[in-house]
């Protein structure tokens, strides 16, 4: 690898080479917030509370769980100083529901 001094910048010079911080700059906390609303639109959680609303049934507690698991997560990885690249691994959110 080989360093060069641009500027007043610093950069890496061969063109392959990423490290951790190449990417942390490039996850933000809207990334996360897109992820977690993205695993519960997988389990259609607005129709459910919709159904909720005008129903006045209560929706599954299993779905509510996992929402508040999501959001729970989601609330973790953004006060993470640094946010993993792989913030979107299972590793990191509760397990998806079997329905």
């Given amino acids: 690898m080989r360093f060069a001094e641009i500027g007043n910048s610093r950069e890496w010079t061969e063109p392959g ?15 996360v917030e897109a992820e977690a609303n993205r695993r519960l639109r997988a389990i259609r959680l607005h129709e459910w509370r919709r159904r909720e ?19 729970f997560a ?13 913030f979107d691994s299972d590793v990191y959110w509760p397990r998806p529901l079997d329905h």
Avoid: N
């Fill in 74 to 86: 989601m609330r973790a990885i953004c006060c993470l100083s640094h946010i993993p690249h792989d």
């Fill in 53 to 71: 609303f005008l129903t006045g049934l209560p929706m599954p507690e299993d779905l509510r769980q996992y929402a508040q698991q999501v959001e």
């Fill in 17 to 31: 080479w990423q490290g951790d911080h190449a990417f942390s700059e490039k996850v933000g906390v809207e990334d």
